[in-house]
């Protein structure tokens, strides 16, 4: 098995980009990957495949094909390229098959693309786009949709391990800080910043973050969960060069190794689970990296989870091993997941706050573990650069899972 | 890198299934692949991830994420599992994606799901679903779908080449007649015995198949091509299981093995092409397959070639090198295409008879060519029994290509 690095990142700001269609955006993730190559690299010349995620271009751009369109647009047509999907995780599966792609020695090294263009239906079309990463039988038969779901997730884990929604702020007022140090984030504002506006504007007072998140200004979506428990909806591109290990040194002395890889699947539907505060797509997807990597827990310096709700954070914080179960939300109330905490996580804002553009969020998060490692994070990076990163992604109700585990 | 075979294949009979879903038909291939294993397999021990190819269910069944899906209605839930997109070519893109990940050494047994549940949606919903894998800017934005696309390169092939409507003829006539061979066809019959039914039932009378075919009863779709050039509307599901080669013969004495296999793609929109009548897609992944396979068109003995509308059959016929460019009509009325032929091609009545349920005709072309080389295809079994063949399934407007080059 051939050993596989990361030689290239690239992204786009995350957001509203009403000018750009999908390939657009594409395109920009794809110029600054190549500008941040560190040696250089002969696109034409080394990219032999192309491996494209996006989760429902269908529904959002009425076009899917992906594969094709993708070389078409970068002047690279001709090469070999298909697209994957594992809703919310696409572009970790693309990620993933870039990484077989590679690690059989067929190709040398291969481009990964994450894609969404979400803003070209409105609320209630963007709502039921996403539900179809739900089970369309037994889900949404009963008429739930993904607020509905994490919100029983959160339910059952308060019943189970105590905690409430006050609690849950933390992540909310954590990761929107980290965004507000990223110039990639959708919102680059701390909740504090955002209440200071929104009381100038409504002609209110608030004492403090936790005043506004409990205002009227931060309405119930599903209970425990309110608007800024929510992931945002967003447009967004990221793209990575993956290469072989034995070349990397042509492109980057700075090369950032796959040391470890794993993904798993749980029930489709949550209504098959036993437990609503697990998945065992995750803790498959966990343990095989870990395995994999030869390492444990304590060697990891840093995370990106999949926050698509602030409950999920936790439950992965514990998921991944960087806490025992029920210890999470403990654990983010001492700060131990913030920037200069011991386990620092979504330092790049998370999905909350640098945005959610669906398919691109998996290689974002491998972005964002890369600046990190290299120490060139700016404003956010944390003071001692970390060795170890580790990205934990999710489709729908973590009924897939892909974590990689990376290190430079 | 690992070698890889195909250890079984199963799959549902082609056509409308009113009562099954997606899933359904897909635990039933799945029956059935388990029970083609000649020495019996222990599912839940040896498959370690899944690939399911499926073009369009979000606009079909309002879902996606079919990974998880799959593994838990099969009940092997946990398991890594992705989704893989290529519009026609999407259960070969799955295949590909198990290849690579059997070929690395990840997995040393996995399993490739293809399926597709089309006839939910009426004609004109149908139309505008498989319209999705043309370029939405620059292909449909004219107006045009999938017929008027494959129409155009009818009428270039027609200019450049010669020939006419009435030479096509022989791939429907060739691919009904084998579909009447073949029990898992959507259309069991010849024209012949199509056109006296109709003619029974309408009180009219035909001279021959070609005066049918040249009927009201054959209406014009897009000229040239009319209702019997173009591939029905299908449910269906395919599986293939891959194996590492090391441990094949745990499972079966003829594991059929994976001698070549190569993707690519073109530009996706049609407008952009030079040459309407030949595909970059098809070149390069044609040309990959038989570089790994050290062989050459000769060697190849039967072939199983993406007849998504006729002309397309003989189009590939020549990419594929079996004749020059241009003569692949003539070849295919002087029946050397045919079963008897020294080219047997769409033996099993190819997407035309046999149906085309757009995510399983990249394993359902494997399931016939498994059978074929086994000996096992009964009443269309080509007499000398074949070593060596070929599948190449197409996306779209062939703006994505994956081939196959199998051997037992």
């Not at 699947?265 to 343990?287: E, F, K």
Request: proline share 3%; aromatic share 8%; glycine share 10%.
């Amino acid at each position: 098995m051939e050993k596989v690095d990361v030689i290239s990142v690239g992204m786009t700001k995350f957001g509203k980009h009403p000018d750009k269609t999908g390939r657009d955006l594409v395109l920009e993730a794809f110029l600054e990957t190549i500008k941040n190559v560190d040696k250089g690299i002969n696109i034409k010349k080394e990219i032999k495949a192309l491996f494209v995620g996006d989760f429902t271009p269908t529904l959002y751009e009425h076009q899917a094909h992906y594969g094709p369109l993708v070389t078409e647009w970068l002047g690279i047509q001709g090469i070999p390229a298909f697209r994957t999907e594992s809703a919310c995780a696409s572009s970790s599966a693309a990620l993933a098959a870039g990484y077989f792609a590679v690690a059989s020695g067929m190709y040398d090294v291969v481009m990964v693309v994450g894609v969404e263009k979400m803003t070209t239906l409105d609320t209630s079309r963007t709502t039921d786009a996403l539900s179809v990463a739900a089970d369309d039988i037994f889900d949404l038969n009963t008429g739930i949709t993904f607020p509905g779901l994490f919100a029983l997730m959160a339910q059952e884990y308060f019943h189970k391990y105590g905690g409430n929604w006050e609690d849950l702020q933390t992540i909310t007022i954590k990761n929107h800080y980290n965004g507000s140090l990223n110039p990639k984030a959708q919102f680059q504002e701390s909740i504090s910043s955002i209440a200071r506006k929104t009381a100038l504007k409504k002609g209110v007072s608030f004492k403090d973050d936790m005043d506004f998140l409990n205002s009227q200004f931060n309405p119930l979506v599903a209970y425990p969960l309110r608007l800024y428990d929510c992931a945002p909806i967003s447009d967004g591109a990221a793209i990575a060069f993956l290469s072989n290990s034995k070349i990397s040194k042509r492109f980057t002395d700075k090369p950032m190794h796959i040391i470890g890889f794993g993904m798993g699947t749980d029930t489709l539907a949550l209504a098959n689970r036993h437990d609503l505060t697990t998945s065992v797509a995750v803790i498959n997807s966990v343990q095989s990296a870990y395995k994999m990597a030869g390492i444990w827990p304590e060697k990891i310096d840093i995370a990106q989870l999949h926050d698509c709700f602030s409950i999920n954070e936790i439950l992965l914080s514990e998921e991944v091993g960087f806490f025992k179960k029920g210890c999470g939300l403990a654990a983010a109330k001492e700060g131990r997941t913030s920037l200069n905490g011991d386990k620092p996580i979504n330092t790049d804002g998370g999905l909350k706050s640098k945005g959610h553009p669906v398919g691109a969020t998996g290689i974002a998060m491998m972005h964002e573990i890369w600046l990190q490692l290299r120490g060139e994070a700016g404003k956010r990076q944390i003071k001692q650069v970390p060795k170890i990163g580790l990205t934990c992604n999710v489709g729908g109700s973590s009924a897939s899972s892909f974590v990689f585990i990376l290190e430079i």
